[in-house]
């Protein structure tokens, strides 16, 4: 049996990123730095299931607090991959052409690299959920991982 390749992210197979300061990441302590979204509360009651649901290793990385403290982010490992639940709706979904993967299950939009990081949100979702990605991990595990937790939580549609 041939063994399964996850795909890599590649930066000719992706558009540039165009908000990423809105998600940037930097350790202060042991927290990491993120700055929060602003569901409505629907949006927040989907996004406060999500992040009971997801798993406490991503990758291989450790779970990390994140500040300000929010009960609609979380990261883990350093450098961080950081989820945000309840972002805006991504402008460059507009985009026919943006390129996307469906993995674990969920379609996600794919945007990068800038600043070194991946942007990766989910779309075909009632609530947009963010994952940016360091480089240095070179693929796709973070998003495979955590795919049971937002199939379980954040219902499909637009």
Known sequence: MTPRRR????????TPLLLLAA?????????????????DAAA???CDALLDEVPDS??????RETEP??????????PAVVLRCGVVRPEEMNNPRA?????????????????????CTTALRKVYVEVTIPGKYGDV??????????????????
């Open 7 to 14: 795909p890599a992210l590649r930066a000719a197979s992706l």
């Open 23 to 39: 998600t940037a990441c930097s350790s202060s302590g042991d927290a990491v730095e993120v700055v929060p979204p602003a569901p």
């Open 44 to 46: 927040a009651r989907i």
């Open 58 to 63: 991503v990758a291989g990385l450790e779970r």
């Open 69 to 78: 403290a929010s009960r609609f982010t979380t990261a883990w490992g350093d």
């Open 99 to 119: 390129p996307g993967a469906r993995l674990g299950g969920v379609d996600w939009m794919l945007e990068g690299p800038r600043d070194g990081r991946y942007r």
């Open 141 to 158: 595990q973070a998003l495979e991982d955590l795919a049971p937790a937002i199939r379980k939580t954040v219902p499909a549609g637009v």
